[in-house]
């Protein structure tokens, strides 16, 4: 397990548990979670990377759909946090990755 990311952990439990709304979750992973890429060797920015999957969500889908795909990008860095899979991919099965980043 990746230390140092207690904090980040407890934002995305937060979130999860409808503690704290979309953007101030965008805000604090932009804020703590920017390094996880570069720790898992992601291939490219991590930082823009994790950025417009964040815009994606905010400005690409409905207010509805946040939290859905909110929890989905949390569970994708909680499961590095724990798992340290390198180098770090974004997970083909997440919507927004699908949609937005996936080229045919």
């Known amino acids: 397990m990746l230390s140092g ?38 291939s490219g920015d991590w930082y823009d990377q994790l950025d417009a999957w964040l815009e994606s ?13 909110g929890c989905s990008l949390g569970n994708f860095i909680e499961e590095a946090i724990r798992n340290e899979p390198k180098p770090l991919k974004l997970p083909d099965n997440d919507r927004v990755v699908k949609e937005q980043f996936q080229r045919s």
């Open 57 to 69: 969500i905010e400005f690409c889908y409905p207010e509805d759909d946040w939290y859905e795909l």
């Open 5 to 42: 990311y207690e904090s980040l952990l407890n934002v995305i439990s937060k979130f999860r548990s409808k503690e704290m709304p979309f953007k101030e979750y965008k805000q604090r992973l932009m804020g703590s979670a920017t390094n996880i890429g570069y720790q898992l060797e992601y």
